[in-house]
């Protein structure tokens, strides 16, 4: 029967990619250095052009082209060898990579053959420790031409694409979302290979050609460390590209592709006026890393990975650290809560039940401001339980609140939006273990109402999961110094990003979300820090008050904790991709 | 006018040479008292006294150069003790402020000891907490703290060993 989305067995970040040896992976690319890169489109043949490439602190690299997809390469006064090349252009833009035969080392040599500037991409495998992962040095600099003079332009590293999100299918017909965020990483969203559900989130260059031209590269760390370099041309939205990497059956990819696209749309870029981002803020020396950072090494850039500081618990273990150490509940001074507003009064006093679609209800006694009972409906009154809770009345008549569930064995904790208005109710309900990690938590989303002495519930309406935030991105500041930005990518997933000393994007990361419509401008939405630090993170998105409240979520080893959240927030653009993520049939795709 | 310096231009231009301006200071200065003591205005001790103050303002040069590089190491060899050199908590950055002959530099008679008073507008740092994995992420590209700047009043007190002058004890407060 033929589908019309080939969803994976696991997504990226679940993956359990193969730990692959040096031994492994130059056995891999010398059966395809000597076949050179694969392409649907015709490649361009360079054929009888000698060409030296000048870089700066970098070696001369010195080609000739025999015939189309052969070439005699060294680098500097080394000895040539032989290989197999690939070549796109662009107009005058010209991609051009090969391998080094013999070795796990390659290059992605783009020029610009009206002004002859090149920038080099030196790429090599086994230069992490997982070896799969490809680093790469960027040099930039020229073409030498015999008589003239070298020129002193430079192509360079740039923000002027910082913020645009493009659709782009490739001539293999795979299809991609990719939104450049930030200047140091880009989110994108496998819509042919993964299903198009979740973003993932790579380490990432950008380097800026011409106005009309620029280079994008990523390299997906802590996956398959699959690099993907491309020049598009942003008005025409036309790529030429490469790919060098194992998939998740190990395989090697190593291929051009020339692609075409839609602009989605541009969000907004926080620095000063006036920054073109050549360079990067100088890191300053701070009270937590007072040293200056040393030189950088050769192919070093900022990575965020997750799992190095936060790591994976067994069941047991998250057991001994919650019984070492009580659940902590709303402690005062969550460095997430610094502009959270005033905890609510509206529960004090309120008898109530709250009953779910799923048959699950919830009696509740709010006997103050920050303790509650509840017990199953229909247990008896001896399964009263009592919990510290937090609330806050974030549009008129709606409140979220959560609280644990304690004697739960998941270590459960809800957090409830109820609508008082309209007798409508929403618990996002957490759990604490997945089987991929016992500290990694998961969550249910339950529609339902509130039975309550004076409310009438509604029989049919409910909240309903929406897509209305798909797209847009919003900056949060949760206290001064704090801040970060949400990139609703898809309707299950989000990114979160934060901002650098001169306020463009930096790291930059991604886990499964999901958003609910609570009334018009106010969402209920969460995320979960899946394969990173296992949190959840629920928040009640004001876009009129453009103010959040929330509770997060966590296990580890210090135990149990939920904690408030509240920010304040600002309007960073949109991204039109939500006709991207409608279900396909088969006929549509054949 | 005052100018922030930044850690590039420290590196670039003074960082090598730094110490030898001081020493070089002390070394020309006039020899100290004698026991009897003499004149305090006479030419020499008023030269003496001048080259004192000359030598602690190029220490305090150091002091807030070492400071915006974020030195601890050299900033503590500034130090009469550096086992025991305090460190203001937080405190980042401070301009270097060519109107620093204003500083109140008071050298004793006995040319031994002295103090300084300065006003400086300082940058201060403070870790935000506690941890959680958003200032995690922060703290790895550098952030995670709340800057900021202020200004406030540094005081003092020097004490000159092996012929050179140390800070002997620092104190910083807000104004």
């Known amino acids: 029967m033929p589908v019309s989305t080939r969803y994976p067995k696991e997504q990226m970040h679940r993956i359990k990619y193969t730990k692959l040896t040096p031994e492994q992976i130059l056995a891999k690319l010398s059966a395809t250095a000597a076949d050179g890169p694969t392409g649907v489109s015709t490649m361009t043949s360079f054929a009888g052009t000698p060409m030296k490439v000048v870089l700066d602190g970098g070696p001369a690299l010195i080609y000739r082209f025999s015939d189309r997809g052969n070439v005699s390469f060294s680098e500097g006064e080394g000895k040539a060898v032989d290989a197999r090349y690939g070549a796109l252009t662009l107009d005058n833009i010209a991609l051009i990579t090969h391998l080094i035969p013999g070795t796990q080392r390659g290059y992605a040599l783009i020029v610009d053959q009206d002004t002859n500037l090149a920038t080099a991409f030196e790429l090599w495998f086994s230069g992490y420790q997982d070896n799969r992962e490809v680093q790469r040095q960027i040099y930039y600099g020229y073409v030498d031409q015999a008589g003239k003079a070298a020129p002193t332009e430079r192509h360079a590293m740039t923000n002027r694409i910082e913020g645009k999100g493009f659709y782009w299918k490739q001539d293999t017909g795979i299809e991609t979302l990719e939104h450049y965020p930030t200047v140091l990483y880009s989110n994108f969203v496998e819509l042919t290979r993964f299903g198009g559900e979740l973003s993932f989130c790579s380490p990432s260059d950008y380097i800026k050609i011409n106005d009309d031209k620029y280079i994008y590269s990523r390299v997906e760390a802590e996956f398959s460390g699959t690099m993907t370099t491309y020049v598009l041309d942003p008005n025409r939205v036309e790529q030429i590209g490469m790919r060098l990497g194992f998939n998740d059956s190990d395989a090697l990819e190593y291929y051009m592709f020339r692609g075409r696209g839609e602009w989605t749309g541009q969000i907004a870029q926080f620095e000063p006026f006036g920054d073109v981002g050549t360079s990067l803020p100088q890191r300053r020396p701070s009270a937590a890393a007072p040293a200056a950072p040393p030189a950088p090494a050769k192919g070093q850039r900022q990575v965020y990975r997750p799992m190095k500081t936060n790591p994976i618990m067994t069941k047991a273990q998250l057991e001994d650290a919650v019984a070492k150490k009580p659940a902590s509940v709303f402690p005062d001074g969550s460095a997430m809560a610094g502009n959270k507003g005033p905890v609510s009064t509206f529960l004090k006093g309120k008898d109530l039940t709250l009953r779910y679609d799923n048959g699950e209800a919830y009696n509740y006694k709010f006997d103050d401001v920050q303790k509650l009972r509840w017990k199953r409906d229909g247990a008896p009154e001896s399964a009263w339980r009592e919990e510290r809770y937090e609330s806050w009345e974030s549009a008129p008549g709606v409140i979220m609140f959560g609280h644990l569930l304690s004697g739960a064995p998941d270590h459960d904790a809800l957090s409830i939006v109820v609508d008082f208005d309209n007798a409508l109710v929403t618990c996002l309900h957490g759990t604490m273990g997945t089987p991929y990690m016992a500290n990694e938590a998961a969550v249910k989303t339950l529609f339902g109402v509130v039975d309550m002495k004076g409310l009438v519930a509604p029989k049919y309406r409910r909240h309903q999961f929406t897509d209305e935030l798909v797209g847009r991105a919003v900056s949060w500041n949760y206290r001064p110094g704090l801040t970060s930005m949400h990139l609703y990518a898809t309707p299950h997933s989000l990114s979160w990003i934060i901002f650098l000393d001169n306020g463009a994007g930096g790291l930059e990361w991604s886990g499964p979300a999901s958003y609910v419509k609570i009334r018009d401008e106010l969402y209920l939405a969460y995320w979960l820090e899946e394969a990173c630090n296992g949190t959840l993170g629920t928040i009640l998105v004001n876009l009129r008050t453009m103010r959040n409240c929330g509770v997060d979520y966590h296990g580890g080893p210090n135990g149990i904790s939920l904690g408030s959240v509240g920010a304040h927030a600002r309007h960073a653009g949109r991204f039109n991709t939500v006709k991207y993520f409608t279900p396909k049939s088969s006929e549509r795709q054949s | ?175």
């Open chain 2, 1 to 175: 006018m005052t100018t922030r310096s930044t850690r590039r231009k420290f590196i670039g231009t003074a960082g090598i040479a730094l110490s030898a301006p001081i020493a070089a200071a002390a070394a020309n200065a006039p020899a100290l008292v004698p026991a009897g003591g003499h004149d305090a205005d006479t030419l020499e001790a008023r030269l003496a006294r001048l080259a004192d103050v000359d030598a602690i303002r190029t220490l305090n040069h150091a002091y807030a150069m070492h400071v915006n590089e974020g030195a601890h190491e050299a900033i503590a060899a500034l130090f009469a003790d550096p086992s025991s050199a305090p460190i203001e908590p937080g405190l980042v950055q401070m301009t270097i402020d060519h109107s620093a002959e204003q500083d109140v530099i008071e050298v004793a008679a006995d040319r031994r000891t002295a103090t300084a008073r300065m006003h400086r507008t300082v940058e201060t740092e403070s870790v935000i907490g506690p941890d959680c994995p958003l200032v995690d992420m922060a703290r790895q590209q550098g952030g995670g703290v709340v800057r900021q700047t202020e200004r406030g009043v540094f005081e003092h007190v020097y004490v000159r060993q092996d012929g050179i002058w140390k800070i002997q004890r620092a104190t910083y407060r807000r104004v």
